[in-house]
């Protein structure tokens, strides 16, 4: 390990007490010294637990708190706790008849004075401190150089695509992950879903050439995958089936990378084969019966069948799947016009809908839920409630100096100031302008199936839609149940995989999400990209929300597993044909997902038509004052026609 001084050590926890307005040093400001050098002793003993720095040194940011703006006394003062630490450290020293306190010393003399913020943080990420007092102790000294993982030879299995890229950055994760094997194949590249992770499926190979069972690899940003972890432990691990995927081990995180993974069980038939549901669908029977009689029940009995009375507002929900309500240039402050624009809460949407470009806004006592150091960038919401409340009413505040600026996830920043770069209402109007459409996509309302029929445009609705409430149900979801993320395992058996969104959370956004995939990834392919081709599929979704079959025996086919879908939607509404929930749910996704560039053009198309049938279904429910009837809008007359 690098030789570093006390002297280097305090002037960096001195400079991280200022960072966070405290002006006093603490223990919790050694700490994160420490953990700030580079291929250190403490960095690299907790990257060996799976938990990067960074997301310790925000976890213990997260604890300390910011101080006040108004320092209250000169220099930085010593809190007895660590004048008692930098005691012990000394003494150690002195042991070893040393003049200079180590990186080693202090680190064994936080952990072993035992009761101060890092050791209470270690604590809550479910790391040991006496065992992590016992490794700093006796791990011995290495040159940095060591840190970097062994080399693995990697191979590549039958299935895996020819011209499919690994990353430099993922290879080397996959390295630190499988450093005791002599080699791993790379079997494929599960599709995944719409994020930035890449899940593998990986074969790990003994040096004696044996082969361990194959698992699933998924590496994305190392927040989020600390994140994964976390939600799994928290929401998942004691709620799954008995034969389904499980976390294995740790997340593996690297020092010198953004990027961290899990490792996943890979369930597989007497074949090891095992395929996700885009792959597995041709080989069902029936793959609507499946999801019906096989998923729903094996999940549902500690999933989606624990459910709860639950009225919610829709933002508190899905306001997270839209893009950021506001992008902002980062500006000082003090640079802001008396008369800028504030915002805060209580959140009022119509001040959004005017705001030009270069508009000056101060933004007050939002939540920082991200922050994008590669971008310099990070990411507000509002509120500090539940997790949905905390995601909702994003706005991007880019062009920020994040060395002069401790922001960490969890923080309430009391005033931020910038001038307006983009909007959501911008931004979702160039995502539709982008799919060439054949109508003012700025007009209240859009063609239907033909020019005698109109159906809300969603983007003039999306605000209103957001404030409205609805009676549903709570129960544990998935959170991203696409077809990437089921897997079909021996005897055609289910497994999941990816709980990056596990939580608590509306019942039906699940089979929202997965009636989507379905007619984004297998159906609407099929038919075609035109915008006809869309609207001709479209009459057919109508028929199914009416309660009646598609017209022809082609299609009746074809959306055979929509319509197993609908009938679990059906035990899942909150109230008996109260259908105004499953179609606010379909909105709201639709919405987010006609911005994917994953998908074909002409399902991009279709999913914001279904959006805007989605509307029309919204406004005849409140029109007639039925929720039993959940034909939309100004569509019932040509569905009418239709039969």
Not at 29 to 36: D, K, Q, R, V
Not at 379 to 408: P, W
Request: charged content about 25%; some cysteine.
């Amino acid at each position: 390990m690098a030789t570093i001084t006390l002297g280097d050590i305090l002037i960096n926890a001195r400079q991280e007490s200022i960072r966070m307005r405290h002006y006093y040093l603490g223990v919790e400001h050694l700490f994160i010294s420490l953990l700030e050098i580079q291929g250190g002793l403490t960095a690299t003993l907790l990257e060996e637990q799976g938990i990067t720095p960074r997301y310790i040194v925000d976890s213990i940011r997260r604890i300390a708190g910011k101080g006040n703006r108004q320092r209250l006394w000169a220099g930085i003062p010593n809190t007895p706790r660590a004048d008692i630490v930098l005691s012990i450290a000394n003494d150690m020293a002195l042991d070893e008849r040393r003049t200079d306190i180590s990186e080693r010393d202090l680190l064994v003399a936080i952990l072993d004075e035992d009761d101060s913020i890092p050791v209470r943080v270690l604590r809550r990420l479910r790391i040991n401190p006496t065992a992590l007092l016992e490794a700093a102790r006796t791990t011995p000294s290495q040159p940095i150089h060591t840190i970097t993982p062994s080399y693995v030879g990697i191979e590549f299995g039958a299935d895996f695509k020819p011209h499919t890229t690994i990353p430099d950055d993922h290879l080397f994760v996959l390295r630190r992950m499988f450093q005791t094997y002599q080699r791993i194949r790379m079997e494929r590249r599960l599709l995944g879903g719409h994020s930035s992770a890449a899940l593998y499926v990986v074969t790990p190979i003994n040096a004696d050439g044996a082969h361990d069972a194959a698992v699933v690899v998924k590496i994305d940003r190392a927040d989020n995958i600390l994140e994964e972890a976390a939600r799994y432990e928290a929401h998942v691990k004691n709620s799954l089936p008995p034969l389904t995927a499980r976390l294995e081990d740790k997340p593996v995180t690297v020092e010198t990378s953004d990027y961290a993974a899990l490792r996943y069980t890979f369930v597989t038939d007497a074949n090891g084969d095992s395929r996700d549901l885009r792959e597995a669908a041709a080989g069902l029977d029936s793959l609507g019966g499946w999801i019906e009689n096989t998923l729903f029940p094996y999940f549902g009995k500690t999933w989606w069948m624990q459910r709860y009375p639950y009225r919610f507002q829709v933002w508190m929900e899905y306001d997270w799947l839209l893009p950021p309500l506001l992008v902002l240039e980062h500006i000082n402050e003090n640079d802001a016009p008396a008369d800028a624009l504030l915002i805060s809460e209580p959140i009022k949407r119509n001040i959004f809908h005017d705001l030009d470009y270069g508009t000056t806004v101060v933004i007050d006592s939002f939540t920082v839920n991200r922050v994008y150091r590669d971008q310099n960038a990070i990411q507000l919401t509002v509120g500090k409630g539940s997790e949905a409340t905390r995601r909702a009413y994003k706005i991007l505040v880019r062009g920020i100096n994040l060395s002069e600026y401790a922001f960490f996830r969890g923080e309430v920043i009391e005033r931020i100031a910038g001038r307006v770069y983009e909007t959501r209402a911008a931004l979702l109007l160039q995502t539709v302008r982008a799919l060439n459409p054949d109508f003012d996509p700025t007009a209240d309302s859009i063609p239907g199936f033909d020019a005698d029929s109109r159906f809300p445009n969603p983007l003039t609705r999306i605000d209103a839609a957001l404030e409205d409430y609805y009676n549903g149900s709570l129960s544990k979801i998935h959170g991203d149940l696409h077809l990437g993320n089921i897997l079909v395992g021996a005897s055609q058996h289910p497994f999941l995989i990816d709980f990056a969104q596990t939580r608590s959370g509306h019942t039906l956004f699940d089979w929202a999400m997965l009636e989507l995939s379905i007619l984004n990834e297998l159906i609407m392919p099929k038919i075609g990209d035109e915008w006809w081709h869309a609207r001709d599929l479209l009459r057919d979704l109508a028929l199914i929300n009416s309660g009646r079959p598609p017209i022809t025996a082609e299609r009746r086919a074809l959306l055979a597993p929509i319509e197993s879908i609908r009938r679990v939607a059906a035990s899942c509404l909150a109230r008996q044909d109260a259908w105004g929930e499953y179609h606010i749910a379909l909105a709201m996704s639709a919405i987010r997902a006609f911005a994917w560039e994953t998908i074909t053009l002409g399902a991009r198309r279709l999913m914001f038509l279904i959006a805007a049938l989605s509307f029309a279904e919204l406004t005849r429910r409140r029109t007639d004052g039925s929720e039993s009837r959940t034909s939309g809008g100004t569509v019932s007359g040509a569905i009418d026609e239709l039969t």
